[in-house]
């Protein structure tokens, strides 16, 4: 059954690179993929992660290390009272 399986797949990989040879067929698997994926229509995945952002970025490490900080102060005062 591997050989099976190996051929099948390497059936389709070849199929498929034979349909992406085509820059008509490449531009329908983008779109679709974008359509999944919701890429498309929210502009809030289109700016998620930038560098840009650093206001954002530093305002999240603050509310990490704020956690941090408390879970800290708990381990030191446990330790105290021991």
Known sequence: MGKVTKAVGVAGAVAGAAYLSKSENR???KRQLAKITGKENSSYLKK???P???????MVDE????SVQYYNRLQEEKTEEN
Do not use: E
Request: no cysteine.
């Open 48 to 50: 998620l992660g930038k």
């Open 52 to 58: 840009s952002d650093i206001d954002d970025a530093n």
């Open 63 to 66: 509310g990490a290390m704020t």
């Open 27 to 29: 531009q329908k698997v």
